[in-house]
């Protein structure tokens, strides 16, 4: 068993570095080995090319006798690219060591019934926990048909995220914001508020000089998809985000036809969606929406209230809260609209993850209680 972790983790390192290029499959490492040696590895690098065991077993001529260690169970059906499972067993492994299954209901586990109709030994959930930190997103979308949502929120040592006035550019310093060009850049789609474009005429791109990455270029071609939550269509025609590289998606309720012809004459892509009780995008359909955009990590840019509202739909799967050591006042705004906690038996309890410094600035992650993975 220390064998096949200590393999499994190399897998998982492999696996990494497909971070920020997957989307939207999952992120995949693979290793062959034999007689103790690893003799090829492999890693999925983009959606439409080999996926990892092909990747290794096309570095060896003989992987048979070989014990493949793979971090997600090999795909049993024809998609982009031809089954892994097919394969591994036409290559004559002996032995198939998984991470974790399939999260696809309709896929999982067929995968290592064909390996084992094939009299390979199969051993499935080998440092299954450590695995799953690998695909949070393409495991919510296909266990509960939406992404996994991470909230970035930037505020003050007092708790403040930006002036009365609407101003919150910049508290936080440049090694945080290169922190979170990386959280953008390993996101399938970005989420915003009108509100936040309309103070601060954010673009939401990712930009290779400050992601501080060895391959800033190449990963900064991807550009995440932008979504502008906008109930009633008021996102100025002039905004920023409405002439970035890649694809903005204006999310409304209700508009005037002439506005909406404006805005799709600009290349944006407008989508209706049904309201809430209080006349703003419904949380749910929008789910549904970036389900079927195949969107797996999404990160949650925004202001308190549209946070807030998030947050009280239980659909923000981890904060990350960058701190600054600074002061904004009272009068500044807060960090969460959170209405109906007035009692401390009210308070909503959260499990801190990780916390760091990056450059001036303290970095938190925490999990909502019940959401631990």
């Known amino acids: 068993m220390q064998l096949d972790q200590h393999f499994m983790a190399r897998a998982i390192r492999l696996a990494r570095q497909g971070w920020y290029t997957t989307f939207p ?12 040696e690893i003799l090829a590895e492999g890693w999925h690098e983009k959606a439409g090319e080999s996926h990892a065991e092909v990747n290794a077993l096309t570095q060896i001529d003989d992987a048979s006798g070989c014990t493949a260690y793979v971090t997600l169970e090999p795909c049993s059906h024809q998609g982009r690219t031809p089954p892994c499972a097919d394969a591994l067993v036409a290559a004559g492994v002996s032995r198939v060591v998984i991470g974790m299954q399939d999260p696809n209901p309709l896929v999982s586990g067929r995968g290592i019934k064909m390996l084992q109709g094939a009299g390979i030994d199969v051993t499935c959930g080998v440092l299954e926990a450590e695995v799953e930190l690998l695909n949070t997103g393409f495991i919510s979308r296909m266990a509960h048909n939406r992404p996994f949502i991470r909230c970035k929120l930037a505020m003050s040592l007092d708790g403040r995220t930006g002036m009365q006035s609407g101003e919150s550019q910049w508290i936080t310093g440049p090694a945080a914001r290169s922190q979170v060009q990386q959280l953008r850049a390993g996101s399938s789609a970005i989420i915003t508020g009108v509100g936040s474009i309309i103070y601060d005429d954010s673009s939401l791109t990712v930009r290779a000089d400050q992601l501080k990455l060895d391959d800033a270029e190449r990963i ?48 944006v892509t407008c989508v209706r969606l049904p309201a809430d009780g ?39 799967d981890e904060l990350i809260i960058f701190m600054a050591p600074t002061l904004l006042g009272h009068s500044a705004r807060g960090l969460l609209h959170l209405p109906g906690i007035d009692k401390m038996a009210d308070q909503v309890p959260l499990e801190l993850k ?5 450059g001036n600035d303290l970095m938190l992650t925490a999990r909502f209680k019940g959401k631990t993975k």
């Open 220 to 267: 900064s071609q991807r550009q995440p998809l932008r979504i502008v939550l906008d109930s009633q269509l008021r996102i100025p025609l002039t905004a920023k985000i409405l002439r970035q590289p890649g694809e903005t998606v204006i999310v409304f309720c209700q508009a005037e036809p002439q506005k909406l012809a404006e805005l799709r004459t600009l290349g």
């Open 25 to 36: 499959n999952p992120r995949v490492g693979c290793v062959l080995v034999k007689e103790g």
């Open 278 to 316: 209080m006349g703003r995008v419904a949380l749910p359909s929008l789910m549904e929406y970036l389900a079927e955009r195949e969107c797996n990590d999404v990160l949650l840019e925004t202001g308190a209230t549209l946070a807030g509202a998030f947050a009280q739909a239980g659909l923000i």
């Open 354 to 358: 990780d916390c760091r410094v990056v």
